[in-house]
Each structure stands twice: as C-alpha cells, then as structure tokens.
C-alpha cells in the first residue's frame, strides 16, 4: 500500500524568509496530493492541492511542486509570516481507492 | 453552507466505561473518514465509508473500537471499555469525492 514520508518534523524559519516541506510517496498510482494546514487546537484544513497531471500550482505565496518520476512532491512558503506558525501534513490518493494517506506532519515555527 | 460537526466537544470518562462520538457530515458528502490524533501527533487513519459501507477498517486500534454510518449520513464511533491510552482528539471528515477532506471540530476525550 501506499507510504507516504515527510521531512523535516519541526521546521523554524525568520520571518520573511522561505520554508520548504518535502514529502515522498511509494505508490506510483498516486494521483491527488493535498497539503492540509493545522493551527494549534483547530482542526485540518486544506490550503492547496495538486495532480499528478500537473507539475505546479501557486496561490500567493504558497505554491506546490510534483515529481512524479522522482515520487515526491514539496510545499513552498514565501515571505514567511507568523500566521504561517502551524503544523502541515501532506497526504497522497492512490488512484485504486479513496482513502488519503497522511504524511507524519511538519511544525513550522516563524522567528520574528 | 454548514460544515462537518462533532459531538460532543469534550468527553471526560472513567476507564471502563464505553463511549460515543457522533459525526455529522456536511450533507451530500459520500465519503467519511475518522483519524484519531494524540497530543502534538499526526493524523492516525481508523476507519472509512463510502456510503454506508465500510471498506477500509484496517486502522481500527482493536476490536473495542467499532464504527457504523446510516442513511449515509451520521456516523458514531464507539469505543468500549475505554482505557487511558484511548485519550486523543478524534476527528471526522467528510468528502465529496474521497479527494479534499474537509474536517470536524473534533472530540478530545479524556479517559480518567
């Protein structure tokens, strides 16, 4: 079945700065990758997603980058702000089936 | 329009004891997921339907835990004989596809 892994666990970054989340997957039939956003105490929610007939996708400053032939797929958080500060967990859908599977997740800590 | 809710919010109960968390999902949503999340954790798969039908309960901790959904809508999990180890956030979510998951509120319960 599908694995998926993500790096770093705790990322801390200055504010203004870049943050890079990277996350590989085991299943080439993988074809729906979602980053989700979790803010302390609140629950999940998704900030972009990408396909796998699709190499990038941008809104404002985040953006997300697919390799499908490498199996790994990154989030890029520029001009970093302190509303960034949240854990993020990016997730990969098999084609054969519905159910996502989540990467361990990323804190991400913006220094001001 | 409404979203995914979850009742009740807190649930503090004696180790032993069963309990119920309910899921309402945001109507028109086929696909319905439930993940348990420990303090600063990840997002642990338990059990999803499609419909009414459950074809993925591999994540399921043991055979206290047990999970339906009618009319393909509301679900309750249950959790038998509960222990302290159980004590978690436990989230819903629902989706229209089995892509984009949109979550719930969560349960936090705390077993004594």
């Known amino acids: 079945g599908e694995n998926v892994e993500q790096h770093p666990s705790t990322l801390s970054v200055q504010e203004g700065d870049s943050a890079v989340i990277k996350c590989t997957y085991s299943?080439?039939?993988?074809?729906?990758f979602p980053w989700y956003k979790q803010e302390l105490g609140k629950r999940p929610q998704l900030i972009i997603d990408?396909?796998?007939?699709?190499g990038e996708k941008k809104d404002q400053r985040i953006a997300v980058t697919l390799n499908k032939t490498a199996k790994h797929f990154s989030l890029h958080i520029t001009e970093t702000q302190p509303e960034d500060s949240a854990v993020y967990f990016c997730a990969a859908t098999p084609r054969s089936a519905s159910k996502i599977i989540f990467g361990s997740g990323t804190r991400l800590s913006i220094r001001p | 329009g409404a979203g995914v809710s979850q009742s009740p919010s807190n649930k503090v109960t004696e180790k032993g004891k069963d309990v119920e968390l309910r899921c309402d999902p945001i109507?028109?949503?086929?696909?319905l997921y439930w993940y348990r999340q420990s303090l600063g954790q990840g997002l642990e798969f338990l059990i999803y339907?499609?419909?009414?039908?459950?074809?993925?309960k591999s994540g399921l901790p043991s055979d206290r835990f047990s999970a339906e959904r009618t009319g393909g809508s509301v679900s309750t999990l249950t959790i038998q004989r509960t222990q302290q180890e159980d004590s978690a956030v436990y989230l819903c979510a629902s989706s229209p596809s089995g892509e984009t998951q949109y979550f719930g509120p969560g349960t936090r319960l705390l077993v004594l």
């Open positions: 990408i396909r796998s007939n699709v």
């Open positions: 299943d080439s039939a993988s074809n729906y």
């Open positions: 339907f499609q419909g009414n039908s459950a074809p993925d």
């Open positions: 109507s028109g949503h086929t696909a």
